[in-house]
């Protein structure tokens, strides 16, 4: 009985340890796959780095961002797993909201150097719902401007920007051109642009 | 092209940037562009605005069909095509991975009229197209992979190389210290190979020998085409002769292979095209279950079908065998790619027991 039990122990012990063997091993197959994709798409990611924000950016400090990012997503191999060579347009995006998230950190500073602490209060301050229904204001509009151009313009458009597929995916899914999707993409951004005026946009972006 | 004004010319910068393949040209075209005048850098940055925006823009039934049904993006697509005025609201947020789509379920242009669909409605659950996953396990031995009839198998290698096999493909998986060693035995693959440099990547397909570091491209071995046809799509690959014995003369045992070349050897002879970008990311589409015909034969576009069937199609004039068609097809749509056919082609598709007829109308 008694060597019954200290096998079930050693049993035990050793399923734990597999299980933690197993866990290694899932993020050790996940780092190496996250240093692939920054290995290839090094060159494109730092491109749209610096052309999204001007240079004034450390590319290497937004690199190393996309890194902790993907590394904190969850069994990344196999949410890409069959998507590898539109993996890009991925990285892209995770690096485009960086920026966007930098850019609002650094609107507030500056808020907060021109016009001291009470203007920083303030801003802060403003009434949530006030921002929530401003915002779904120009999402109606957005949404009505979206009505106006062609259904596959339309498609093209959602399918990049809510799915986050590539345009080489959509081009695969709608069965026309990748340079046929741009040109769809361009419309549905041009009614976009012309249905809100940019102020609307900016008060957005400080929010 | 037609002349742009400046807010059409931002947006069209746009769009190009989050495309991922801006080129250096582009990159300094943009900046001189921003600097000419300041009109130019408000409109750039109105028009990243506006792409920003659209991150909050939501669909809550696609969310829902995800979730509930993993892959199913034809649903989608039919809530999409019919999206109205909806105002759900959700914070910007990094994009986590959503379901992927694992295949496109767009019927092809033509559309078959409601008669032909009943007519097909009984072999539609011939539809046999699917793409599953696999996971090559960690401890060592010889693994050994194959896929049915109808089958994309994406696998993951110990080493983070990704294979797909596509349909009756069979291979096997060796490794060791000093190499990574696949044998091909038959079949479809694209190898998007893991850089190792102490470990090179052999595949072995009998005849020939491929070595690679780490790179992207696809092998086709298929037992009624006498060639072995490699398409690069990024890196370099070797590729040795194993059958044909070395003569005295020859200094070129090993013939290289860069990105965008397409290969096809025999086993005496080698044809390699340069640069063939477009035809090198053809060459792997079948891996969305997608296939693209550029005015080719139906004869061969049917033998292309018939890979993934086990119900085959046969034509029976000769005269259908030379008819030309061009057109993305995918083969999750099963028997729909027959009626889109028929919609098209002067050409009747007849059901008999086992088999499948195409003749003349």
Known sequence: ?207 | MAKLNIREQAIAYVTRLYSGELTAREESQIRRWREEQPEHELEWQAALQAYDFTAMLYHPHHKKTTKAAGHDWLTWLATAASVSAVGLLVLLQSITPTAIPQSGHVPVAAVATEQMQTALQKTLQDNEFRITERQQPLTSGVWHFETAVGEVSNILLADGSTLSLNTQSALSVAFSAGQRLVTLSRGEVFFDVAKDANRPFIIDTGERQIKVIGTKFNVRKLPHETLLKIAVLEGKVAVKNLVKPLQATEVEAVQALLAGDIAAFSEQNEVIQQNQPQQVSQAQTWRQGIMRFDNESLDNVVQEFNRYRTRKITIIDEQVKNYRISGVFHLADGEAILSALEATLPIRVAVVAEQINISNR
Not at chain 1, 142 to 153: G, K, M
Not at chain 1, 166 to 173: A, G, H, L, Q
Request: hydrophobic share 40%.
């Open chain 1, 1 to 207: 009985m008694a060597a019954y039990i200290v096998r079930r122990v050693k049993l035990e012990k050793m399923l734990v340890l597999e299980n933690v063997l197993n866990r290694q091993r899932e993020k050790q197959t996940s780092h190496k796959l996250i240093e692939r994709l920054l290995a290839e798409h090094d060159f494109a990611l730092r491109r749209f780095i610096r052309v999204r924000m001007n240079s004034s950016v450390d590319c290497d400090d937004v690199m190393q961002e996309v890194y902790m990012r993907l590394s904190q997503i969850e069994d990344l191999p196999a949410k890409l797993a069959g998507r590898l060579d539109t993996a890009r347009n991925y990285l892209i995006q995770i690096a485009s909201n960086l920026l966007i998230d930098r850019a609002r950190r650094a609107q507030v500073r500056c808020a907060d150097q021109h016009q001291g602490e009470y203007a920083l209060n303030e801003l802060i301050a403003i009434d949530e719902p006030d921002r929530q229904l401003h915002n779904k204001r120009l999402l109606h509009q957005v949404e009505c401007a979206l009505q106006q151009i062609r259904q596959e313009q339309r498609q093209a458009f959602l399918m990049h920007r809510i799915d986050g597929l590539s345009y080489r995916e959509i081009s695969d899914n709608l069965g026309v051109s990748v340079s046929t999707v741009e040109k769809h993409i361009s419309a549905a951004l041009l009614v976009i642009r012309n249905s809100v005026d940019t102020a609307a946009l900016g008060s957005n972006q400080h929010g």
